[in-house]
């Protein structure tokens, strides 16, 4: 299974293995990981799954899809690394993705 | 004060059809809901897309379901209480006091919370700056736009709202308007409106920028926003709006003493009645083992929590259980005429 890492905002690291097909989210909610709320349920509808993707990785992601930019609007301090953690499906690409957890959601 | 057999917190699918459900049972009740409108989510969140797994109805969409339902509940003349939000709530003997956020106080031996992910509210700057200015020169919504005449108006968000409010305001005032991405997501029309204003020298843009600090003591003076590229602009302002769409917030729910479990109320699956006698929580905000946040699984637990309100709205009565296709007391109760 691929690992993903996670970063809270203080700096703490969480390395986690997440089976193909979950999304990043799903990964950080199944394994308590603060900082991550996803009210939604990854319908994208709250931008409260909200994560910062290190610079090196950023491009190698699938695109945003319609609408995720507009629900980042909404996020707290979006920059333009800013993606929504229910978008991004795991997957052997993304072994050894390292996402940062914003400071709050909401 | 009001009196009525149960309280339900929540105008969502859920709540919306246990009205239903209280209805045929011949008890009463009154629904609160802090959105300005009926249908939760549904409404708020995705009015126009397709729904494809309500029982019996192969597609609707979130606003068709909520006018259905609406239209379903027609006949028990439910009293809403909208852009209202349910604040505190109070044991008192064999009832509960229950007091809103506009001052109504009600009185019944039940409340159903079918509250969703919380009480639709917009989201908020979150520099601590902000709270302090919050009401009186940051506002999140327009409730009196003469306040704003010829004054100095920062307009923040990328959306109708904001695209809108712009237009308007730049008639009477000066406006700026900033956003954090080049693309504004409102209706294109607006957008070319608020183009063309700029161009007029009627509106001010500033795109790639995010609020960073809001200076002054008792009055705001000025902000400074922040680009995208770490440099900062200062600008004079005399009232900020922002307009960064609504938020679901657990809110005042979890001082009610109820066990929670994250952001949901836990529930017993005989009837959905929490660790308080009478008071039931039923659709996305319930918990219990196996829960699946969907509107069909609220439309079960509304059925079950109403009848579980029967017995501390009539102690003296038994319930009865019975079909709509057959019983006479229950087509009384919807109004259906005897030879329809
Ligand atoms: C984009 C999207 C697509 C979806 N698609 C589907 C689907 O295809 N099928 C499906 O079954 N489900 C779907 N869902 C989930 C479904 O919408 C929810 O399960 C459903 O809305 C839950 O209904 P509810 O009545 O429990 O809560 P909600 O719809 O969340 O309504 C709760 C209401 O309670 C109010 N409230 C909360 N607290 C208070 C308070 N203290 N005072 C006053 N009012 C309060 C809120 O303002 C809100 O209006 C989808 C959700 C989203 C976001
Ligand atoms: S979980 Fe709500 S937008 Fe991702």
Same mark, same amino acid.
């Given at each position: 299974?691929?690992?993903?890492?996670?970063?809270?905002?203080?700096?703490?690291?969480?390395?986690?293995?997440?089976?193909?097909?979950?999304?990043?989210?799903?990964?950080?909610?199944?394994?308590?990981?603060p900082?991550?709320?996803?009210?939604?349920?990854?319908?994208?509808?709250?931008?409260?799954?909200?994560?910062?993707?290190?610079?090196?990785?950023?491009?190698?992601?699938?695109?945003?899809?319609?609408?995720?930019?507009?629900?980042?609007?909404m996020?707290?301090?979006?920059n333009?690394?800013?993606?929504?953690?229910?978008?991004?499906?795991?997957?052997?690409?993304?072994?050894?993705?390292?996402?940062?957890?914003?400071?709050?959601?909401? | 004060?009001?009196?009525?057999?149960?309280?339900?917190?929540?105008?969502?699918?859920?709540?919306?059809?246990?009205?239903?459900?209280?209805?045929?049972?011949?008890?009463?009740?009154?629904?609160?809901? /802090?959105?300005?409108?009926?249908?939760? +989510?549904?409404i708020?969140?995705?009015?126009?897309?397709?729904?494809?797994?309500?029982?019996?109805?192969p597609?609707?969409?979130? !606003?068709?379901?909520?006018? /259905?339902?609406?239209? +379903?509940? %027609?006949?028990?003349?439910?009293?809403?209480h909208?852009?209202?939000?349910?604040?505190?709530v109070?044991?008192?003997?064999?009832?509960?006091?229950?007091?809103?956020? @506009?001052?109504?106080?009600? %009185? $019944?031996?039940?409340?159903?919370?079918a509250?969703?992910?919380?009480?639709?509210?917009?989201?908020?700057?979150?520099?601590?700056?902000? !709270?302090?200015?919050?009401?009186?020169?940051?506002?999140?919504?327009?409730?009196?736009?003469?306040?704003?005449?010829?004054?100095?108006?920062?307009?923040?968000?990328?959306g109708?709202?904001?695209?809108?409010?712009?237009?308007?305001?730049? @008639?009477?005032?000066?406006?700026?308007?900033? =956003?954090?991405?080049?693309?504004?997501?409102?209706?294109?029309?607006?957008?070319?409106?608020?183009?063309?204003?700029?161009?007029?020298?009627?509106?001010?843009?500033?795109?790639?920028?995010?609020?960073?600090?809001?200076?002054? !003591?008792?009055?705001?003076?000025?902000i400074?926003?922040?680009?995208?590229?770490?440099?900062?602009?200062?600008?004079?302002?005399?009232?900020?709006?922002?307009?960064?769409?609504?938020?679901? @917030?657990?809110?005042?729910?979890?001082?009610?003493?109820?066990?929670?479990?994250?952001?949901?109320?836990?529930? /017993?699956?005989?009837?959905?009645?929490? /660790?308080?006698?009478?008071?039931?929580?039923?659709?996305?905000?319930?918990?219990?083992?196996?829960?699946?946040k969907?509107?069909?699984?609220?439309? =079960?637990?509304? $059925?079950?929590?109403?009848?579980?309100?029967?017995?501390?709205?009539?102690?003296n009565?038994?319930?009865?259980?019975?079909?709509?296709?057959?019983?006479?007391?229950? +087509?009384?109760?919807?109004?259906?005429?005897?030879?329809?």
């Amino acid at each position: 299974m691929p690992k993903i890492n996670y970063i809270e905002h203080g700096g703490k690291k969480h390395t986690i293995e997440v089976a193909n097909g979950l999304t990043v989210m799903e990964g950080a909610i199944q394994n308590n990981i603060p900082g991550i709320d996803a009210d939604c349920g990854g319908s994208m509808a709250c931008a409260t799954c909200h994560v910062y993707v290190k610079e090196e990785w950023f491009n190698k992601l699938p695109k945003k899809e319609d609408g995720e930019e507009d629900m980042i609007d909404m996020a707290y301090k979006p920059n333009k690394y800013s993606r929504l953690s229910c978008q991004l499906t795991v997957s052997n690409d993304l072994e050894g993705l390292t996402v940062q957890l914003p400071e709050k959601q909401a | 004060m009001i009196n009525t057999d149960v309280l339900v917190i929540g105008a969502g699918p859920t709540g919306l059809f246990c009205v239903h459900q209280l209805g045929i049972i011949g008890l009463n009740c009154e629904v609160v809901d /802090n959105l300005d409108k009926i249908g939760g +989510q549904c409404i708020e969140l995705y009015p126009d897309k397709p729904i494809y797994d309500i029982p019996a109805i192969p597609e609707c969409t979130g !606003e068709e379901l909520t006018n /259905n339902l609406i239209e +379903q509940i %027609k006949p028990f003349k439910t009293k809403f209480h909208l852009s209202d939000r349910v604040e505190e709530v109070k044991k008192d003997n064999d009832h509960w006091v229950i007091k809103t956020s @506009k001052g109504k106080e009600f %009185k $019944a031996p039940n409340i159903i919370i079918a509250g969703g992910v919380g009480s639709f509210e917009p989201r908020k700057f979150l520099l601590k700056d902000c !709270e302090k200015f919050e009401g009186k020169e940051i506002f999140y919504y327009v409730k009196d736009k003469n306040i704003f005449k010829n004054k100095i108006v920062s307009i923040f968000g990328g959306g109708d709202s904001a695209l809108d409010w712009a237009i308007e305001l730049s @008639k009477t005032s000066k406006v700026k308007l900033i =956003h954090r991405r080049d693309e504004f997501r409102g209706a294109d029309s607006s957008v070319q409106k608020v183009k063309e204003l700029e161009k007029k020298g009627k509106i001010e843009i500033f795109t790639k920028y995010q609020l960073n600090e809001v200076e002054g !003591e008792k009055n705001i003076n000025n902000i400074l926003i922040k680009h995208d590229d770490g440099s900062i602009k200062q600008i004079q302002t005399n009232y900020i709006l922002g307009f960064f769409g609504l938020i679901m @917030k657990l809110g005042p729910i979890v001082n009610w003493g109820l066990n929670l479990d994250k952001k949901t109320i836990q529930v /017993n699956t005989e009837n959905f009645e929490t /660790n308080q006698n009478g008071i039931f929580a039923i659709g996305d905000i319930c918990t219990y083992p196996g829960k699946l946040k969907l509107i069909l699984s609220g439309f =079960h637990e509304g $059925a079950l929590a109403a009848r579980g309100c029967f017995k501390y709205a009539r102690p003296n009565e038994k319930l009865k259980f019975e079909f709509t296709t057959t019983s006479k007391n229950v +087509q009384s109760r919807l109004g259906v005429k005897p030879n329809d």
